[in-house]
């Protein structure tokens, strides 16, 4: 086991990975940048290294600085957390370079599986069904070709990267030329990668992701599902587990296909395979983020199963030691983003508190809502042994949650969790206008 990690973000997914850290003896250091001096997870951490100025690419996302501050503190491993570095095969190699683990997949694996296009193929193979599609179209015109060929509406989607950006739905030919320019400048802008792929759009769906445990011995566990259909504009705003849309013969037979199909592609860490659920109940795979998930904690609340902790023991060889027939997958767990309106300071932070509710953050009074990153201030998670509990429990909980000083969308959330559709868990991906 590592001694000493160094977490390469912020916010609150660095301050969950240090507390993990601490539960299991690994001392921490933390880097942050200009913006971030103040910040909860350098104040946490054992040791903290500024590393450039408050724009990402002069901090977060700037590898030799974050290598340097790892040897500089004697660390044997670097957590990228989720988003910045966290599925960048460059950085993986240049820890590898300099003997440090990077807690995540190995930078062949980020390579072969981050193209979402090539990972299509990929899984073709394994026995789940994948929505019709292409690799990277070179041009628009070539686009258009593509798309007569599988039919409109289609999706164009960045090959790298994620988080709802290069993507764009196109409904008939007079569309697509002006997305397909669209999508590959964001798509550019985001990750470095301006290449685009089309997938056929299925419609209407939910979003359902299973997470994956895998370790290098060999050993593979699928910790369920969970129903991300609640977006806006291809943004996840709420996520609950298990999905009411899924049955459980439905579920052991996709978990069970999951399962192998991360085994025969050799994939090792922690992993999400992406789905969408048609009306029919027929899977559609879309894609697999080779990293933690934002929303990783929702499964934690319904399994019991660090996954954070998890991603550190796979990291240094340690292998699992639960197999599938020790999932539980009883009650139902809920997570609702709570993200920023604009910027602000903190004046005031209440919490709600009670059994099995869970907010993470990294806010603390006197914190400054900074304009160079996410808008993520924290997650609000709760679990309950029914569904009906469990949005009751939601319910009281954004009630009591106080941000004073930072406009949030607490008030949004509240609505959606009130709204009979939601409660009936009859929503799909339209729920908020989002497709």
């Known amino acids: 086991m590592f001694s000493k990690i160094l977490i390469a973000n912020r916010g609150e997914i660095a301050v969950r990975i240090i507390r993990a850290c601490k539960e299991m003896g690994v001392s921490t250091v933390a880097v942050y940048s200009e913006a971030d001096r103040n910040a909860l997870h350098a104040a946490l951490a054992d040791q903290s290294f500024c590393i450039g100025g408050p724009e990402a690419s002069e901090s977060y996302l ?70 019709p599609g292409t690799k990277a179209v070179a041009s628009a015109e070539e686009a258009g070709k593509a798309a007569e060929r599988i039919g409109y509406p289609v999706m164009l989607k960045a090959c790298a990267g994620g988080g709802g950006r290069g993507i764009r739905l196109v409904r008939t030919a007079d569309e697509l030329e002006e997305a397909y320019h669209q999508a590959t400048s964001e ?60 049955g459980e013969e439905q579920r052991e037979k996709i978990m069970a296909l999951a399962v192998e199909a991360v085994k025969k592609i050799g994939y090792v860490g922690a992993g999400t395979l992406e789905f969408l659920l048609d009306q029919e109940g027929f899977f559609w795979f879309m ?50 983003r709570i993200n920023a309106g604009r910027c602000g300071t903190l004046r005031m932070l209440h919490v709600p508190g009670g059994p099995s509710v869970r907010f993470d953050t990294c806010l603390i009074e006197g914190t400054t809502v ?37 406009p949030t969308n607490i008030e949004d959330q509240l609505r959606i969790v009130e709204d009979e559709r939601f409660t009936s868990g009859n929503y799909d991906l339209t729920f908020m206008g989002s497709r």
């Open 62 to 131: 700037n590898e030799n600085q974050i290598i340097s501050a790892a040897l500089l503190a004697g660390a044997q491993a670097i957590h990228p957390g989720y988003g910045f570095l966290s599925e960048n095969a460059h950085f993986a190699r240049l820890c590898r370079k300099n003997g440090l683990v990077f807690i995540g997949p190995d930078p062949e694996s980020m390579e072969r599986l981050s193209d979402k296009a090539v990972l299509k193929e990929l899984i073709r193979g394994t026995g789940l069904s994948v929505i």
């Open 187 to 246: 798509a550019q802008s985001a990750f470095g990668d301006g290449s685009v792929y089309l997938e056929k759009y299925i419609f209407p769906a939910r979003h359902i992701e299973l997470q994956i445990l895998a370790d290098e011995h060999g050993n593979a566990v699928c910790l369920g599902e969970r129903d991300c259909s609640m977006q806006q504009r291809n943004q996840k705003l709420i996520e609950e587990t298990p999905s009411p849309a899924v």
């Open 287 to 336: 894609e697999m983020n080779v990293r933690l998930q934002v929303e990783h904690c929702v499964t934690e609340m319904l399994t019991g199963y660090d996954l954070v902790k998890w991603q550190i023991r796979i990291a240094a060889g340690i292998p699992l030691d639960f197999t599938q027939k020790d999932i539980r997958l009883q009650g139902a767990a809920i997570e609702c």
């Open 370 to 406: 900074s304009p160079y990153y996410d808008s993520l201030l924290g997650k609000l998670v709760v679990y309950a042994k029914t569904r009906e509990e469990m949005l009751r429990k939601v319910r009281a909980a954004l009630c009591e949650l106080v941000i004073d000083g930072i």
